[in-house]
């Protein structure tokens, strides 16, 4: 594809819900990021994988918070029991093999939990 | 791990003045340093980027520094335009076997016509 797609743009939840956000990444990029980004911040970095795998998920707040890859190219970022805490932007971004440095970016899910 | 700091938070110049954005790192195995420029709800986007076995690159009116021998790295904007105007954030890539790239919290430029 010509660049990083993120759905939904914007998803309205109620606090307990669970949420699924879906990143397609740039075709051939092995190494997928996922960031948080709330008002006034810089990204804030929750996850990486290279290929399939979570090569690194340090970021992740809690375990209500799970990311998938099960193909290496599509990815699913899992929010269980939703907290007003959560709302923020979030932005995944890909690069060619995670040795280059560029990070190529979607334009974000904003979510939203009342 | 690695921690960005970034200042100033908010940069107000008039148009054609000079801009420079300053940030610290803590990792010194962190070998690549890029700068992102984010417009109001836009994704933030690559404008430059320097490594570590060099001290400086321009491109055209933005250049940027690195010093890492005090860790520390700036952006410079020369003959700012209203264009200009945007959030931009400096990062490193981990150094130590990791490939995470952590973000500065950002500074709000604002240039004023």
């Known amino acids: 594809g010509a660049g990083v797609s993120q759905t939904p743009s914007n998803k309205v939840t109620e606090k307990g819900k669970y949420v699924e956000l879906r990143c397609d990444p740039i075709s051939g990029h092995t190494a997928l990021y996922w960031y948080r980004q709330s008002l006034g911040q810089g990204p804030e970095f929750l996850i990486y994988?290279?290929?399939?795998?979570?090569?690194?998920d340090s970021g992740l707040p809690n375990d209500r918070f799970f990311a998938v890859r099960p193909e290496g190219s599509v990815s699913t970022l899992k929010i269980q029991r939703t907290e007003r805490g959560d709302s923020a932007v979030y932005l995944c971004?890909?690069?060619?093999?995670?040795?280059?440095?560029?990070?190529?970016f979607g334009e974000g899910s904003r979510l939203t939990v009342l | 791990g690695e921690n960005v700091e970034q200042h100033p938070s908010t940069l107000s110049v008039q148009e054609g003045d000079s801009a420079v954005i300053k940030c610290t790192y803590s990792?010194?195995?962190?070998?690549?340093f890029p700068w992102y420029k984010q417009e109001l709800g836009k994704r933030p986007q690559l404008i430059i980027d320097i490594r570590s076995n060099v001290g400086e690159k321009k491109d055209q009116r933005i250049a940027v520094t690195l010093n890492k021998t005090a860790k520390h790295f700036s952006l410079h904007i020369t003959e700012t335009q209203p264009e200009d105007s945007a959030v931009y954030f400096c990062a490193a890539l981990e150094g130590t076997g990791g490939f995470k790239t952590i973000f500065g919290a950002g500074t709000r430029l604002f240039v004023k016509a």
């Open positions: 994988f290279q290929g399939t795998g979570a090569a690194d």
């Open positions: 990792d010194s195995a962190s070998n690549y």
């Open positions: 971004a890909s690069s060619a093999n995670g040795y280059t440095g560029e990070l190529f």
